[in-house]
């Protein structure tokens, strides 16, 4: 079994910062991909960035220039830097890996965390 914990949402004010975190724990031989989403009250989940394997990183027109993924391999951790946050970036955001285990690939998902963005 894996885990993943997100943390660091919360309030900010336009054009201020957060960065969200995503712990993983568990059965984890090797972690294969790492994505951001989102969702906003009333809309689907929107993919907001993904990191692969190798490193190259790839960012939804929302937000592109404006958030940086990244990660700690030695701490299983995923990042997600938002920076000139907007209204419009108010949403749950969730962590989303596909985990190798002793059971095969498999995608894992977060609780979500909530980040809100208003003055």
């Known amino acids: 079994q894996v885990q993943l914990v997100e943390s660091g949402g919360g309030l900010a004010q336009p054009g201020g910062s957060l960065r969200l975190s995503c712990a993983a724990s568990?059965?984890?031989?090797?972690?294969?991909?790492m994505h951001w989403y989102r969702q906003a009250p009333g809309k689907g989940r929107e993919e907001v960035a993904l990191?692969?394997?190798?490193?190259?990183?790839i960012y939804g027109d929302a937000v592109r220039g404006r958030f940086t993924i990244s990660r700690d391999n030695d701490k299983n951790m995923l990042y997600l830097q938002m920076s000139s946050l907007k209204p419009e970036d108010t949403a749950i955001y969730y962590c989303?890996?596909?985990?190798?285990?002793?059971?095969?690939?498999?995608?894992?998902w977060g609780q979500g965390t909530q980040v809100t963005v208003s003055s």
């Open positions: 989303n890996q596909f985990i190798y285990t002793t059971r095969g690939a498999e995608e894992y």
């Open positions: 990191l692969t394997k190798e490193g190259t990183a």
């Open positions: 568990g059965d984890i031989l090797s972690i294969l991909t």
